[in-house]
T-cell receptor
Framework: ETGVTQSPTHLIKTRGQQVTLRCSSQ?????VSWYQQALGQGPQFIFQ???????GRGNFPPRFSGLQFPNYSSELNVNALELDDSALYLC????????????FGSGTRLTVV | AQRVTQPEKLLSVFKGAPVELKCNYS??????LFWYVQYSRQRLQLLLR??SRESIKGFTADLNKGETSFHLKKPFAQEEDSAMYYC????????????FGGGTRVLVKP
């Protein structure tokens, strides 16, 4: 059984650029969620995908978008990067419902300069 | 809207002493509560969930719906318990998304 893997681990981008982060879910999990964790804060929910469709979104602007693929892997895309987008981006996978908990990846550290 | 509050940013205790991490929540409906832990240089991992009523690594947490709390307790802290702890909430009314508290850093001194 494999866990959740995210790539890349670190990334530096310039303000205004676009970025794509990737996530492979744990084997057997069909739901992927993305979180943003700013320094010193708890993770904040961005959105969730189930069966390739977004089925929940947090308080993030439309320039944050995502995809889920048939193999349940997922991408997070952020357009027009701002300095405040600098954070650790976490991906978590679960069975639908999440009652058994979510398995998190190690995250992608994004720095916007 | 759901919310999770962890009032303590830092808890410092001596080895062998009891430790209690407070977590209060607001939620309309039947919540699912979790505690997640992040050890140094490791990923966030599930510690325990209220529906299983289990004890993991000596930690327990009881859901108190009257006080809307889900405090995490351990009677005898160990140095390896030093980590960041996050309380989190989920549920159907929240679209099964996880809402996290701000986290409590636990430091267990020898």
């Amino acid at each position: 059984e494999t866990g959740v893997t995210q790539s890349p681990t670190h990334l530096i981008k310039t303000r205004g650029q676009q970025v794509t982060l990737r996530c492979s879910s744990q084997s057997g999990h069909n739901t992927v969620s993305w979180y943003q964790q700013a320094l010193g804060q708890g993770p904040q929910f961005i959105f969730q995908y189930y069966r390739e469709e977004e089925n929940g979104r947090g308080n993030f602007p439309p320039r944050f978008s995502g995809l889920q693929f048939p193999n349940y892997s997922s991408e997070l895309n952020v357009n027009a990067l701002e300095l405040d987008d600098s954070a650790l981006y976490l991906c978590a996978s679960s069975l639908q419902g999440g009652s058994y908990g979510y398995t998190f990846g190690s995250g992608t550290r994004l720095t916007v300069v | 809207a759901q919310r999770v509050t962890q009032p303590e940013k830092l808890l410092s205790v001596f080895k062998g002493a009891p430790v209690e991490l407070k977590c209060n929540y607001s939620y309309s409906g039947s919540p699912e509560l979790f505690w997640y832990v992040q050890y140094s240089r490791q990923r966030l991992q599930l510690l325990l969930r209220h529906i299983s009523r289990e004890s993991i690594k000596g930690f327990t947490a009881d859901l108190n719906k009257g006080e809307t709390s889900f405090h995490l307790k351990k009677p005898f802290a160990q140095e390896e318990d030093s980590a960041m702890y996050y309380c989190a909430l989920s549920g159907l009314a929240a679209g099964n998304k996880l809402t996290f508290g701000g986290g409590t850093r636990v430091l267990v001194k020898p």
